[in-house]
Every structure is written in structure tokens, then in C-alpha cells.
């Protein structure tokens, strides 16, 4: 039985490398589609947002030299390149997925607009974001949680590459201990690095709750839907 009806599911562009350095790892990608397929199988209407890190990332490139708006647009446009990866992954897997982009980019993808999102919901299709807000100086994790706002979301899945959240970065830190419940005061009081504030707070405001989880691990989001208690609440 699914504990949600509709999600907006955060993938980070760096967990598309795989094992490689740079780009995008066809097992991967294959891997995060048959997830994807899986839920929606379901019954779950499934909205995705990708980041664009493993091409490139605006705040790296400033660092490097670039001007900061610049980068951020060339950072919006790694992220359709992995939109459009994920887009083709789960079709290839025999699903269907619309491509809503933020600015004017027919014909690689539709105009986003929450009605155009709706139908494509009804029509059982995922509803994958790109080009983050269109907007420089925002994230990917700012652009999730506007979309999730938008499209009334019952959850932010926040998928990455450890189980949930930690102490301490339990990479580094072999003593960290993991939260399975977080209220959105305890994790901001305690500094936790979860997201960018400003999705942060967005998700707070709009009392939408935010799962920290690992995605790498194949069946952990359809254990997650339906009501498994997988990685870490924040609400």
C-alpha cells in the first residue's frame, strides 16, 4: 500500500558518475530508471528533479574563474542534458516521462506549467524539471522544493548516497550516528547540511516534509513509498 500519492524525488547530478569521474554511468542511470519504473508501476506520480554536477556546477566554475551568472546558466544546462538521460532511461525501461524545462526549449522539452505537469500525471507519466528555476544564483535543491510546493507534493525525496542523515559526514567521521527523525528547528539549530536554506526554509513554511535516503541501494525508494521506514524524516 503506498504511503504517498504523488512525490518530488531530488537526484544529485554527482550520483549519475557512477564509479567514473565525470558524465553519466549507463548502469547508474539504468538502475535509477527501473526504481523510478518500479514506483510508478505502482501507481505513483512521480515529479523528478536532477542536478547537473557531474558536467558542471556554477559554483565551481566561478571559483575557476567564470562569471557567476554565466556559470549558473551552463550549470542549468548540464542539468537538461540529465534530464534528458533520466527522460530516455525510463522509457527504455517502458515507462513514460514528460521534460519540462523552465525556459523556451522546444524542441528538446515542454514549457513547465503546473497544468501541462497535471496532465502529464494523468496520463501516467513522471514529470521530470530541468534548467532549475531559470533563474541564476538558486540550486537544484531550491528548484525541488519550489516544484514539490507547486505541484502539491505529499514529500521531498531527497535521494543520495549515504542512508540518511548523520552527526557528523559518516564518510569521515566513523563515530556519526544517524537521525531517523529531524524536526526542521533541530536540524537547522544543529547545522546539519542537509540542503541549501533557502529550500530549507521553503519546505518548512510549507510544512512539507523532507526524507533523506539512500538511492543508490536498488529497492530502498519502493520500500520508501510504501512506508518502510527508509533513511531520515525532517518535518
Do not use: W
Not at 38 to 66: C, H, P, Q, T
Not at 130 to 145: Q, R, Y
Not at 187 to 206: H, V, W
Not at 210 to 223: A, E, I, R, Y
Request: with cysteine; charged share 25%.
Amino acid at each position: 500500500m503506498l504511503k504517498y500519492k504523488r512525490i518530488l524525488l531530488k537526484l544529485s547530478g554527482e550520483a549519475l558518475m557512477g564509479e567514473k569521474q565525470h558524465g553519466i554511468d549507463a548502469e547508474r542511470l539504468q538502475q535509477y530508471a527501473i526504481q523510478i519504473k518500479e514506483v510508478m508501476d505502482l501507481g505513483l506520480e512521480v515529479g523528478i528533479v536532477i542536478g547537473g554536477g557531474n558536467i558542471f556546477r556554477g559554483v565551481s566554475g566561478a571559483k575557476e574563474g567564470f562569471d557567476r551568472v554565466q556559470g549558473d546558466y551552463m550549470g542549468m544546462l548540464a542539468t537538461v542534458i540529465n534530464g534528458l538521460a533520466i527522460q530516455g532511461a525510463i522509457e527504455k525501461e517502458g515507462g513514460r516521462a514528460s521534460l519540462f524545462t523552465s525556459i523556451e526549449m522546444s524542441p528538446v522539452g515542454i514549457r513547465y506549467s503546473k497544468r501541462a505537469v497535471l496532465k502529464a500525471f494523468d496520463n501516467g507519466e513522471a514529470s521530470i524539471f530541468v534548467f532549475g528555476t531559470g533563474n541564476p544564483f538558486f540550486t537544484t535543491d531550491t528548484t525541488a522544493a519550489l516544484k514539490a510546493v507547486e505541484i502539491d507534493a505529499e514529500v521531498f525525496l531527497k535521494g543520495t548516497r549515504v542512508d540518511g542523515v548523520y552527526t557528523a559526514d559518516p564518510e569521515k567521521d566513523p563515530t556519526a550516528t544517524k537521525y531517523d527523525t529531524l524536526s526542521f528547528d533541530e536540524a537547522y539549530n544543529k547545522g546539519l547540511k542537509i540542503m541549501d536554506l533557502t529550500a530549507f526554509t521553503m519546505c518548512k513554511e510549507n510544512k512539507l516534509p523532507v526524507v533523506v535516503f539512500d538511492m543508490n541501494t536498488v529497492g530502498n525508494l519502493s520500500k520508501l513509498v510504501q512506508g518502510e521506514d527508509i533513511g531520515t524524516i525532517i518535518q
